[in-house]
């Protein structure tokens, strides 16, 4: 099989004659009859719009073709296209260490590994628990998609938080309620597994080859259903609205956990492997295994806002006159600057035609965060701004320091926009002249509950405030109008990853033997896709324990 990169394509005629055209693309650079192409399929896919006179579409497709034909392409010199032979998938990479003592498998325990968490970590380690026959539980303190979605809704409507049912929490975790998006800057073949098994699981097939992949809110709340309905038919099991209160250990080694269900009851279960994927929010589980003693450490995050332009600014920044155009879509960005002293200002989580979300998961706190949907049809552009922290900024010490950092400035923010969840908001214009305006300007704010003017000021370090001002207009220079004055800036973004870290060594286990701290919670990724892979690799680790 032949891999062809680099082959590019105008606009016209897309996205209707798409595979029409990449074959005869692919034909007359082969110099090949086009009804040999018909094997042809797309790989990889990306925009270069870097002259915004010629955006093109650029792909990587791989043919199958006879061997002796494939040999004679391949020894030739093709102008502006590179020909190789197609690669297999590998297997997975990397190996463990020596598993340590104690490690039990299915055959041999009378235990099965239970999963805390349904975020991305805990699914996909539940879906290769699963796949080998091991039978996992999984314990979700949130709810199942379908009943979140309308706790969610409620709260964005009303105001009404349901602490154990939001943003944060419940089937999916936070990513549910985001723009979905796949991409990392990981190298792992597992990447791929992942992309396949949300294909599968009916998220839209483009993702296996799109340079910048992303399901959106709609689509992946479908497939994280359909995830979960695999892993039960696997033998898995699911416990929603069910929460870990308490751990367990009998010399060294990881015995139980005591669960509170949603009821009000609580039970223990015994356990002997504990695949530990909550989620960056999970604060109270934080601090419950701070007091049981399982080693953690602060951990630098970062702080900020959400800042909203109007689409059709981004577009046409991005593509010039082919804003617009359907094979495009909603155009993002990705910014970043570091500033003379010291500290890093950058955008997180772009979501085009999106949506910014409140996201609270304790009460008398405002956090923002935003979402798109498959379609990305939105009329606003949003996007995190933060700046960098470190350890060295919280008021406190102590592995939770970051935690109590966070939970300030939510409450200054909640305080600052009159104690209703509705989220304090600011003119870009406003921010960076010190003033306070009276409204809010000609474009509007896409956050529910609603927003109210503030000073910015009110609900951040002034560090973080410094720092903005600063890069704002260096980014400015990077994507002309990311600092126009009417572009709004919604308070306070803070948790774009955890604030701890839960310690394990080469075996993915803490120190209590049995416990495999995972995911963006635990302080090991840092969205879907890192998450993901990092809940196959301990469960892989899971598996590999034996007794020595």
Request: hydrophobic share 40%; with cysteine.
């Amino acid at each position: 099989m032949l891999q062809i990169n680099n082959l590019k394509l105008n606009l016209e005629g897309l996205p209707e004659q798409e595979m029409a055209r990449l074959r005869d693309k692919t034909a007359k650079v082969l110099r090949l009859p086009v009804r040999q192409t018909e094997s042809l399929a797309i790989v990889k896919k990306s925009v270069d719009a870097r002259d915004k006179d010629r955006v093109f579409l650029v792909y990587s497709v791989r043919l199958r073709l006879p061997p002796a034909m494939e040999s004679k392409i391949i020894s030739r010199k093709i102008k502006d296209v590179a020909v190789v032979p197609a690669e297999g998938e590998g297997a997975l990479p990397g190996k463990l260490e020596k598993s340590r003592a104690g490690c039990e498998g299915p055959e041999k325990s009378q235990f099965r590994p239970v999963v805390v968490g349904s975020g991305p970590a805990g699914m996909f380690a539940a879906l290769a628990l699963a796949e080998a026959g091991w039978r996992p539980i999984v314990l979700e303190r949130g709810r199942a998609v379908a009943q979140r979605v309308q706790d969610v809704a409620k709260f964005w409507e009303q105001g009404t938080l349901d602490p154990e049912s939001n943003v944060q929490f419940g089937e999916g975790g936070a990513g549910t309620f985001s723009d979905g998006k796949l991409t990392t800057g990981i190298k792992d073949s597992r990447c791929q597994r992942v992309l396949q098994a949300f294909a599968d699981a009916g998220a839209p097939p483009e993702i296996l080859y799109q340079a910048k992949p992303h399901i959106g809110t709609d689509q992946l709340r479908r497939a994280v259903t359909n995830l979960r309905k695999a892993i039960e038919a696997l033998g898995g099991e699911y416990r929603f609205g069910h929460k870990m209160t308490g751990i367990h250990s009998d010399a060294g080694r990881l015995s139980g956990l005591r669960v509170e269900r949603a009821a009000g009851d609580a039970y223990d279960l015994p356990v002997r492997q504990l695949i530990l994927a909550v989620g960056h929010s999970a604060r109270d589980t934080f601090a419950m295994l701070a007091a049981a003693g399982i080693p953690m450490e602060a951990k630098a995050f970062s702080i900020g806002v959400r800042i909203e332009h109007p689409q059709r600014l981004i577009d046409e920044r991005q593509y010039g006159r082919f804003a617009g155009h359907p094979a495009l879509g909603a155009a993002d960005y990705k910014l970043a600057i570091h500033l003379p002293g010291g500290r890093s200002v950058y955008t997180f989580c772009m979501c085009p035609g999106g949506q910014v979300v409140a996201a609270a998961s304790e009460a008398e706190g405002v956090v923002t965060n935003g979402m798109s949907y498959y379609d990305r049809d939105g009329g606003n552009a949003n996007s995190a701004l933060l700046v960098g922290v470190t350890p060295e900024d919280f008021p406190s010490k102590g592995p939770l320091a970051g935690v109590e950092f966070q939970r300030m400035y939510e409450r200054k923010a909640f305080e600052l926009a009159g104690k209703t969840y509705r989220a304090p908001a600011q003119k870009t214009g406003d921010f960076l002249e010190g003033r306070i305006g009276k409204d809010l300007g000609p474009w509007t704010t896409t956050y529910e509950p609603g927003v109210e003017p503030a000073d910015l000021r009110g609900c951040l370090p002034e560090f973080a405030v410094e720092a903005l001002r600063e890069a704002l207009p260096l980014l400015d220079r990077k994507l002309k109008g990311f600092a126009h004055p009417d572009g709004i800036m919604t308070g306070v973004e803070t948790r774009s990853s955890s604030p701890v870290r839960i310690l394990r060594d080469g075996t993915f286990q803490s120190a209590l033997l049995g416990l495999y701290p995972c995911g963006e919670g635990a302080g090991y990724a840092g969205g879907i896709m890192s998450a993901a892979t990092d809940g196959l690799r301990c469960a892989e680790a899971l598996m590999a324990c034996e007794d020595v």
